[in-house]
Each structure stands twice: as C-alpha cells, then as structure tokens.
C-alpha cells in the first residue's frame, strides 16, 4: 500500500477533523430539532420575520393512491421493471465485476 505524501497526509488530517466537526454539529441540530418538533405543525416567526416552519413529514403511499384510481384505469399503474438485485444474484461474482462502472467522483473514504 502506498504511503501518503506530506501534503496528502496533511489534507486527509484536516478532512477527518472537518468530518468530525461534521458529525457534532449534526448531532447538535437533530437535539435542538428534537425539542423544535414539540411545536404545533405551522410557521412561525420572530419579531414579524419568518424564522421556523414545522411541516409534517409526508410521502406518496401508492397502495393508497391506487385505491383512488378507477378500476379500469388500475392496470396502467403497473411496470416491468429490470431489477438490478435479481440480476446481480443471477451471475456468478466475477460477473458482477465485469459489470461494474464507473460513476461520478472517486469516493474519498478515512480509514
């Protein structure tokens, strides 16, 4: 395994102090968060300027949204889909690694 240069070693130093750094300050908002989520679902402000919205945390949920759907008109909300997982478990490992692409940036991991 290679080893890191000066420079490098100095930049990956500053980069797990930032990510730690990071990680604190999430933690901080989630518990000030936590106590913000007491409040009723609105906005609301300070000194007439807006400052905080509590919305309530919602998603599609298709099974209900097909209930909606006329029945004669169900069949058009199903798709055949490729399913990457049954593919992948359909092909021995050294398969898979022929599959493999490149996407985006080189992850930057800290070991």
């Given at each position: 395994m290679?080893?890191?240069d000066?420079d490098?070693a100095?930049?990956?130093a500053?980069?797990?102090?930032?990510?730690?750094?990071?990680?604190d300050?999430?933690s901080q908002?989630?518990?000030l968060?936590?106590e913000l989520?007491?409040?009723?679902?609105g906005?609301?402000?300070?000194?007439?300027?807006?400052?905080?919205n509590?919305?309530?945390?919602?998603?599609?949920?298709v099974?209900?949204?097909?209930?909606?759907?006329?029945?004669p008109?169900?069949?058009?909300?199903?798709s055949t889909?490729?399913?990457p997982?049954?593919?992948?478990?359909?092909?021995?490992?050294?398969?898979?690694?022929?599959a493999?692409?490149?996407?985006?940036k080189?992850?930057?991991?800290?070991?």
């Amino acid at each position: 395994m290679p080893q890191l240069d000066k420079d490098s070693a100095l930049i990956a130093a500053k980069l797990a102090e930032i990510n730690a750094k990071i990680t604190d300050l999430n933690s901080q908002a989630e518990a000030l968060k936590a106590e913000l989520r007491v409040l009723p679902v609105g906005k609301y402000e300070i000194g007439g300027t807006p400052a905080l919205n509590i919305v309530p945390n919602r998603r599609f949920d298709v099974n209900k949204g097909l209930e909606l759907v006329p029945e004669p008109l169900r069949e058009r909300c199903y798709s055949t889909v490729l399913d990457p997982a049954k593919v992948k478990q359909l092909i021995a490992p050294a398969l898979q690694e022929m599959a493999m692409v490149e996407v985006g940036k080189p992850k930057v991991v800290l070991a």
